[in-house]
């Protein structure tokens, strides 16, 4: 005798064996790549004109480490400038007076317009239309002047055409920084008393650095590239030295390879610092 209105169980259902999706042109790929790779590194590290035991003699030279060294102070200084400044244009890009912000545009225009390079000799030949700095009043006497040349140096020079450039594009990426902080923050912000500059530093930009960090990080592995561009006025960073040493020796590619590899390893460690920064910001 059946029960109406009962449904029978459920049949059991059948264990699925899962077998994971092969990809055997994926593999061959990669063995190939693999190939390849080893190949090359084999012909590179066992050609006798790469001549390693120069660039294991160059390696730890006084003048090559001078040049690193120099390098590094060149890139912390016209970041530190950078930053500064970038943080600086980007307020004034979005503050409400229309005066400051055509300002602020019209300097990032100019500065990412024109070439690093001719920025840098700018600075450099500085002293040609500006022979002396003074400080006075506006059309009226002069209390204090200097020669341009003691001030503006070839570091100097290198300083402020690396760090006036990058403020132009940290500008950018502080704005963007800013703009990704919901406007509502703000808003309360000014509700519970807080000044401008009170919400900027108290709420905004920490909030803004989990967008502003990994593009600075790039800006500032990029910065250690760029500061090569300074051997056309002949400040003795790491390439500088370099071409000095293979001038006299002519051992053009062992010195290059020796500037690669600190230019890798000095890369490596900012990369190791960015990681660890975005990290720290991303709690």
Known sequence: MTTTGQ???PAPRERIQAVPLRHPGRWLGAAVLGFLVIFLLQGWLANPRMEWEVVGEYLFSPAVLSGLGTTLLLTLLAMIVGVAGGIVLAVLR???NPLLA???AFYIWVFRGVPLLVQLLFWYFLSAVVPK????VPWGPTFFEVDTNLIITQLT???LGLGLHEAAYMAEIVRAGITSV????TEAAHALGLTRFQTLRKIILPQAMRVIIPPTGNQVVSMLKTTSLVFAIAVPELLTSIQGIYSRNFQ???LLTVACFWYLVATTVL???QHYIERRFSR
């Not at 919901?182 to 923050?185: A, E, I, L, M, P």
Request: no cysteine; proline share 8%.
């Open 7 to 9: 449904s029978a169980p």
């Open 94 to 96: 979005m503050s409400p």
């Open 102 to 104: 055509a300002l602020s």
């Open 133 to 136: 700095i003074g400080l006075g």
């Open 157 to 159: 020079a290198a300083v």
């Open 182 to 185: 919901d406007h509502g923050q």
């Open 252 to 254: 053009q590619v062992a």
């Open 271 to 273: 990369n190791a610092g």
